[in-house]
């Protein structure tokens, strides 16, 4: 007997060590209704209510996982001491199979798009009991069809009107900027630092290496808490993974125009060998990028940045490279030429250069300068 009338064939991809095509199965569930709406309670969460039956051959006591799909990326569920959970498990405690009941509340906010729901029930998250049950019935519920997942094409759901998707970009606009000024006031902190060394009659090497390592650490403090956006925010991340890219990038850039661009023309200034001063790079803190970094390319890719998650705004000034313009003192090894549009790339590490931990695991963007020529500039609105 079958529940949909119909055989199901399904390729799997992503179950360990599976990647053949599934024998032809009758689907263990079959999703009749799905309702969503605001969890209550929950800012910018979702409640989804599941109306659904289960194969008149599923014991008692089966457990069903569902999961929940944006394009391809698995939602989580909840987390779990710091680990991502990507189900949340039905358990049929009675011999109704009609009509059944459940709701999901992911942890993960569901941003606009288009959303999928599967089902599996896997014979290793059965009870003894149960899993000698299905393994009883092996034309039912073939072994090799195991855990027999099912994807729910006709009940798809999509959320995001203009109210949402205006929430959206308002909400990435708050996170950019917000991580933007953060490093806008280190790289203002560290240029007023270079400033007052310059003017002293003698620099001393020690005090500066010291400052420059504290500010390094406090930097790569700020890199990290970008980084785990990509976790802390995986909706916002997937709607606006440019413009977090962007933001990456423009903390390394500040990174290596303190560490390296600037702390060079300083030492050149004060007659001191290039390698006067080497701080000691902290877990987090970094410099990787190709091109020059100066105030006026900070601020274009700040400018550029801002277009992106404030379309109609006009409160940036952008202040383009001009012809000619020399490169300031530590980027001789840079590349040559016009910097390349948004978009990251691993980059070849300089000589000298150490290997730096990292906690990115997707693109990374981002800079800003404050400041033109070592001097600073005013602010104009957590600009550059």
């Known amino acids: 007997m079958t529940l949909l009338g119909c055989a199901l064939a399904i390729v799997v991809s992503g179950l360990p060590g599976r990647d053949e095509p599934l024998p032809p199965f009758d689907p263990v569930a079959?999703?009749?209704?799905?309702?969503?709406?605001?969890?209550?309670?929950?800012?910018?969460?979702?409640?989804?209510?599941?109306?659904?039956?289960?194969?008149?051959?599923?014991?008692?006591?089966i457990r069903l996982n569902f999961r929940i799909q944006r394009e391809g990326e698995t939602i989580v569920m909840k987390w779990a001491g710091g680990n991502p959970i990507y189900q949340s498990q039905f358990t049929l405690e009675t011999e109704v199979r009609?009509?059944?009941?459940?709701?999901?509340?992911?942890?993960?906010?569901?941003?606009?798009?288009?959303?999928l729901l599967t089902t599996e029930s896997p014979l290793l998250d059965q009870t003894p009991e149960v899993r000698k049950v299905i393994e009883g019935k092996a034309q039912r519920f073939p072994k090799a069809g195991d855990p027999w997942p099912t994807s729910h094409e006709k009940q798809k759901f999509t959320l995001g009107g203009p109210e949402e998707k205006a929430a959206e970009l308002a909400d990435m606009k708050s996170f950019v900027e917000a991580s933007t000024e953060v490093f806008l006031e280190l790289n203002n902190e560290a240029m007023e630092r270079y400033e007052a060394a310059a003017g002293e009659p003698?620099?001393?090497?020690?005090?500066?290496?010291?400052?420059?390592?504290?500010?390094?650490?406090?930097?790569?403090?700020?890199?990290?808490?970008?980084?785990?956006?990509l976790?802390?925010?995986?909706g916002l991340y997937a709607l606006f993974t440019k413009a977090h890219a962007e933001v990456q990038i423009i903390g390394r850039m500040i990174g290596k125009r303190i560490v390296r661009t600037e702390l060079a023309s300083l030492l050149k200034k004060k007659n001191l060998a290039a390698g006067s001063v080497k701080p000691t790079v902290p877990v987090g803190f970094d410099l990787n990028y190709q091109y020059p970094a100066t105030a006026a390319t900070i601020e274009k890719r700040y400018n550029e940045l801002m277009r992106l998650v404030d379309p109609k705004g006009?409160?940036?000034?952008?202040?383009?490279?001009?012809?000619?313009?020399?490169?300031?003192?530590?980027?001789?090894?840079?590349?040559?030429?016009?910097?390349?549009?948004?978009?990251?790339?691993?980059?070849?590490?300089?000589?000298?250069?150490?290997?730096?931990?990292?906690?990115e695991a997707k693109p990374a963007k981002k800079g800003g300068s404050g400041t033109k020529d070592g001097k600073k500039e005013g602010k104009k609105k957590s600009k550059p």
Not at 98 to 115: A, C, M, N
Not at 202 to 229: H, I, P, S
Not at 335 to 353: I, L, N, Q, V
């Open 30 to 61: 079959e999703i009749l209704k799905v309702d969503v709406a605001p969890a209550p309670g929950k800012a910018k969460r979702h409640k989804i209510d599941i109306m659904f039956n289960l194969a008149p051959e599923a014991p008692k006591g």
């Open 98 to 115: 009609k009509g059944l009941k459940f709701s999901l509340i992911p942890d993960e906010r569901l941003v606009s798009g288009e959303y």
């Open 202 to 229: 003698k620099t001393d090497l020690v005090a500066l290496k010291k400052y420059l390592e504290d500010w390094m650490k406090r930097m790569g403090a700020a890199q990290l808490k970008v980084n785990r956006f």
């Open 231 to 234: 976790e802390e925010e995986r």
């Open 314 to 359: 006009d409160e940036t000034a952008a202040s383009p490279d001009e012809p000619g313009e020399e490169k300031a003192a530590g980027d001789e090894k840079d590349g040559e030429g016009k910097e390349p549009e948004a978009k990251e790339e691993e980059t070849p590490k300089e000589k000298g250069e150490e290997e730096k931990p990292k906690e």
